[in-house]
């Protein structure tokens, strides 16, 4: 077997003689379709290739003439990798962190056996921001709903007395908490579910943002319920949010029946809604609350637990772990995370950016009300859901907003969301709507 060759870096990085400057979009494509999961269905004929700024992307197309193996273009970021990205590419301030933590401090990683000194920053800087008692650092976003079912279970055996094995835990439908065997256990889309299963028992549904269902099934199984795990705002449902009350009336439920609140920010946190939390939104505090995305500034994959000392403290050595959960690096890079969310008033920006952007897609609405059904938003996570008809494809819109320099990505059939960095300009704004216009009009 010859030996496996791998040398350069960037376009001149070389595997077993291809180099990848000299790919073309079709090219990437074919090496993943060959070789990958196919687990993902990427927009066409597009290669990300670098960062321009922090809301813009240079991106590699096909070539018009079929000369070169690609052209580059400038792409307006407005999915900011679902959240992760929400203090911007590669933000200076998080950078700045990272390169002065490998070069100057040279403490990349040690095991949780044994303690490291940031450690301390993490969990300082992160119980401070989310006004939580305890924090449990982990590294995939699906890790934190996952920790959070552990946890009210565990809570609910000891704590709260439930018999052993018939914990209940509450979910929403419609909801999307990752791709975990709990996530998709959790899940009622069929296609996360197709032969995946047994699944996770113990799991009850209710409808999302429907009080009366929520309560019947407290008060028909609260006894044995050990808490409502739920997202405040459903993101990948199409930005589906609930009424002004329902949070209120939901924690003076959980309150009555002793259930534990807890919800999934990991792309609701972080500034993301106009405010640091979502839940801080509605005036309420979950028991748990589960971050990721942005929790790693777009540098690298950070995602904890954060809630209340009796929950959190129910955990004992052993009993939940992660080889790269709050180390060193990962440490550092989510201190200095929470540092530009603060800092820099990350949620403020986005809730004016975000009123830019609704004001401006309600008159893209006005203008066409037979396509587009309704604008959906809180802060900059904000979704638009075209009419139920066959020529308005969201995936339709999602190709013809890239050919414009845009990158928005639709979910479900006719809803196309739009979540920039947080630190997105006016003027990038008006380009996004003004390219979202455009493609409407020719619809």
Known sequence: MAELKINGYGDDLTVDGVRLGDLSPADHENIEKQKGGR??????????????????????????????????????????????VNQGQLNKTIVDAVVHHLTEEKLPTVPRSIRHKYMAAFLLAATAVTKMDRVVPKVAGVEAPELMFKLSRRWGYRAKGIPAGEAIIVAANGN????????????????????????????????????????????????????????????????????????SQVA??????????????????????????????????????????????????????????????????????????????????????????????????????????QQLLEDVKSEFPDKIKEVRARGLLVAFEMRDEPHLDGHKVSMELLNRGIYAKETHHSTVRIAPALTIEAWQVDEIVEGIRDVIQQL
């Open 252 to 357: 003076k439920l959980c309150q009555k029946h002793n259930i534990l609140l807890a919800m999934d920010e990991v792309q609701t946190g972080f500034g993301r809604t106009g405010a640091n939390f979502a839940h801080q939104l509605y005036g309420v505090k979950p028991d748990l609350m589960g971050c990721g995305k942005a929790a790693g500034g777009g540098i690298m994959p950070v995602s904890f637990v954060a809630g209340r000392d009796d929950v959190i403290g129910v955990l004992t050595p052993g009993s939940e772990g992660s080889t790269f959960g709050g180390y060193p690096l990962a440490s550092v890079v989510a201190v200095f995370a929470i540092k530009v969310l603060v800092e820099e008033q990350l949620a403020d920006n986005a809730r004016i950016r975000g009123a830019q952007l």
């Open 39 to 84: 687990n993902y269905a990427p927009l066409e004929d597009v290669v990300v290739s670098h960062v321009h700024d922090s809301s813009t992307l240079i991106c590699r197309r096909p070539d018009p003439e079929g000369v070169k193996a690609y052209i580059e273009r400038e792409l307006i970021d407005g999915l900011c990798c679902y959240s992760a």
């Open 176 to 247: 999307f908490h990752g791709r975990s065997m709990t996530a998709v256990s959790l899940s009622d889309d069929p296609v996360a579910k197709e032969d995946f299963g047994p699944f996770v028992p113990g799991i009850e549904h209710v409808p999302f943002n429907d009080l009366p269902a929520l309560e019947a099934l407290f008060e028909a199984k609260g006894d044995r319920i050990a808490a409502y795990l739920v997202e405040p705002i459903q993101g990948e449902a199409g930005v589906i949010i609930p009424a002004d009350d329902y949070w």
